[in-house]
Nanobody, 124 residues
Framework: QVQLVESGGGLVQAGGSLRLSCAAS????????MAWFRQAPGKVREFVAALSWNGASIDSADSVKGRFTISRDNAKNTVYLQMNSLKPEDTAVYYC?????????????????WGQGTQVTVSS
C-alpha cells in the first residue's frame, strides 16, 4: 500500500510560480509511474502530467505544456510539479497519483493510489 502526501499549494498571483511536492511511502517508489491531476470546482478531474519510474518518459496536457514541469527524485521518494506562468484557470485541487508499472497513462482509472490533494488558487 502506497501513501501519497502532497504539499506546496497556496495562493499566488497570475504569472507567478509554485512548486508542488508529493512524498510517497509504503512501497518501492521506483516501481511506480507518477502523475499529477487536478480538479476545479464543478469539473471532472483532469490529467496534468506524468512521468515514468526513471523519468525517461514524460507526458503533459496541452494546457500546461511549456509552463509546468514534472520531475522526480527516487532517492527522496518524491515527485514534483513546477508550475510557472500560472493563470487563473489553473486554480484547482492538485492530486498526486501512482500506478505500478513502467508505462505512463493519462486516465484517472489507470492509477492505483492517490493523495488527498493540495489547493492551488491563482488570482487575476
Amino acid at each position: 500500500q502506497v501513501q501519497l502526501v502532497e504539499s506546496g499549494g497556496g495562493l499566488v498571483q497570475a504569472g507567478g510560480s509554485l512548486r508542488l511536492s508529493c512524498a510517497a511511502s509504503g512501497g518501492t517508489f521506483s516501481s511506480y509511474a507518477m502523475a499529477w491531476f487536478r480538479q476545479a470546482p464543478g469539473k471532472v478531474r483532469e490529467f496534468v502530467a506524468a512521468l515514468s519510474w526513471n523519468g525517461a518518459s514524460i507526458d503533459s496536457a496541452d494546457s500546461v505544456k511549456g509552463r509546468f514541469t514534472i520531475s522526480r527524485d527516487n532517492a527522496k521518494n518524491t515527485v514534483y510539479l513546477q508550475m510557472n506562468s500560472l493563470k487563473p484557470e489553473d486554480t484547482a485541487v492538485y492530486y498526486c497519483a501512482a500506478r505500478l508499472g513502467t508505462q505512463i497513462r493519462s486516465g484517472t482509472q489507470k492509477y492505483d493510489y492517490w493523495g488527498q490533494g493540495t489547493q492551488v488558487t491563482v488570482s487575476s
